[in-house]
């Protein structure tokens, strides 16, 4: 999986991308045309404000959220921008919670098929 990196991308998938919203996270999707379409696969950011208590918290959620979707993700092809805004409480959370949560953001914005929803 890519990483998002250019502003301007990422401007773009807040403008132009669907909103799936859960108490974690918000997923931003953007599907990729035309001559976007060079690298196969999604490219991902993943963001957290300054509503974290410290710096610490902020890096941490990215991580841990970041790992997460490339476990989800790791055998779409479907060219996409995606990102992911964290929210505090997505630290508070067990890693099984955050793949689930993860998983139905993934499956309502159509990038994951239905088996990968059901819980373990």
């Not at 991308?9 to 599907?31: M, N, T, W, Y």
């Not at 959620?61 to 992911?84: M, N, Q, W, Y």
């Not at 805004?85 to 159509?110: G, H, M, N």
């Amino acid at each position: 999986m890519h990483r998002l990196h250019r502003q301007s991308d990422i401007k773009r998938v807040f403008r132009e991308g669907c909103r799936f919203h859960s108490p974690v996270a918000v997923l931003h999707a953007r599907r990729r045309s035309g001559e976007q379409r060079t690298l196969p696969g999604p490219r991902l950011t993943v963001i957290a404000g300054r509503s974290f208590p410290t710096a610490v918290a902020r890096n941490r959620a990215r991580r841990i959220l970041r790992e997460v979707s490339r476990v989800l993700l790791k055998d779409t092809r479907e060219p996409c921008d995606l990102l992911v805004v964290a929210s505090p409480k997505a630290l508070a959370q067990p890693y099984q919670a955050r793949l689930q949560t993860l998983a139905d953001l993934f499956s309502r914005a159509e990038l994951l098929p239905e088996k990968a929803v059901t819980p373990r």
